[in-house]
T-cell receptor, first 115, second 113 residues
Framework: EPEVTQTPSHQVTQMGQEVILRCVPISNHLYFYWYRQILGQKVEFLVSFYNNEISEKSEIFDDQFSVERPDGSNFTLKIRSTKLEDSAMYFC?????????????FGDGTRLSIL | AQSVTQPDIHITVSEGASLELRCNYSYGATPYLFWYVQSPGQGLQLLLKYFSGDTLVQGIKGFEAEFKRSQSSFNLRKPSVHWSDAAEYFCAVATSGTYKYIFGTGTRLKVLA
């Protein structure tokens, strides 16, 4: 079964540094998402992306965050100047449709640790 | 605002016992409802989903869930739990026209041998 893959599985970064989290969504999917899960807390929506633009974002997704689909397969989340509170598990997801209830398929996540 | 409540943070059951995990949502119309499972160090795996129609839905690994509109609930059940079911379970809600899922806080299931 096709799956969403994320790299790296664990990223350790100094506070203030830029970090890029990478995702390869399922190949025929058109909608892409990022979520995060701070340790011990619920999974929170960050952003959705369709047709090369952001379709929806949460208030967490401020100017420090950006997303990009640099080629036909990768989907990236960039944090420009990391803060301690950015430490979390970041999940990428993709779906063939959106707003219709078609399920999102999640990757295994990237654990981001900010020192 | 939409919300999802999973009242039980931890549940412990014996292997072979039945299981019910509770999920309540707050939304004016009928939402799309999902249950995901997260094993330690892994991502979220879809167990089952409800869009419309039959209110009892079957999922993978022997799980089922029942949508009850009158109670705004979507509880997950399994008749006989296996040790490998130990994980964290998340209920999620999506609504027509939006892209995001809203997750509950999760229920951590422990299975006793």
């Amino acid at each position: 079964e096709p799956e969403v893959t994320q790299t790296p599985s664990h990223q350790v970064t100094q506070m203030g540094q830029e970090v890029i989290l990478r995702c390869v969504p399922i190949s025929n999917h058109l909608y892409f998402y990022w979520y995060r899960q701070i340790l011990g807390q619920k999974v929170e929506f960050l952003v959705s992306f369709y047709n090369n633009e952001i379709s929806e974002k949460s208030e967490i997704f401020d100017d420090q965050f950006s997303v990009e689909r640099p080629d036909g397969s990768n989907f990236t989340l960039k944090i420009r100047s990391t803060k301690l509170e950015d430490s979390a598990m970041y999940f990428c997801a993709s779906s063939g449709e959106a707003g219709s209830g078609q399920p999102q398929h999640f990757g295994d996540g990237t654990r981001l640790s900010i020192l | 605002a939409q919300s999802v409540t999973q009242p039980d943070i931890h549940i412990t059951v014996s292997e072979g016992a039945s299981l019910e995990l509770r999920c309540n949502y707050s939304y004016g119309a009928t939402p799309y409802l999902f249950w995901y499972v997260q094993s330690p160090g892994q991502g979220l795996q879809l167990l089952l989903k409800y869009f419309s129609g039959d209110t009892l839905v079957q999922g993978i690994k022997g799980f089922e869930a029942e949508f009850k509109r009158s109670q705004s609930s979507f509880n997950l059940r399994k008749p006989s739990v296996h040790w490998s079911d130990a994980a964290e379970y998340f209920c999620a809600v999506a609504t027509s026209g939006t892209y995001k899922y809203i997750f509950g806080t999760g229920t951590r299931l422990k299975v006793l041998a």
